[in-house]
């Protein structure tokens, strides 16, 4: 097989996988399973006296990435743990997990 044969070969289109509806199905599932789970980093203040929304995040599969409430910071973490972990060190952080859908 030449070298033309093997990068046609893989390269070649995938057989249909079934009708669209079928494939429409399957691709939202994939999609269902590969999301992010969205979290919030909650900034307390005082003895249970009042708190804000410090960042947002997105947790995926490898990592996390995070976006300031005010739109002034970004960061990319191991986790949504060890992002509340770096912020923690200096605020007073709770993280909170939305509920999935």
């Known amino acids: 097989m030449s070298d033309n044969e093997i990068l046609a ?4 289109p995938a057989e249909p996988l079934g009708d669209e509806a079928e494939l429409a199905a399957l691709v939202e599932s994939f999609v269902r399973e590969q999301a992010p789970r ?3 980093l909650v900034e307390e203040t ?3 006296g009042d708190a804000e929304i410090f960042a947002w995040g997105l947790a995926l599969a490898e990592h996390a990435e995070v976006f300031g409430a005010a739109g002034r910071m970004r960061g990319s973490f191991g986790s949504a743990e060890s992002a509340c972990e ?3 060190m200096v605020r007073e952080l709770r993280l909170v997990w939305l ?3």
């Open 9 to 12: 070969a893989e390269h070649a």
């Open 46 to 48: 005082g003895e249970r």
């Open 38 to 40: 969205v979290f919030a």
């Open 86 to 88: 770096v912020f923690g």
């Open 99 to 101: 509920p999935e859908t």
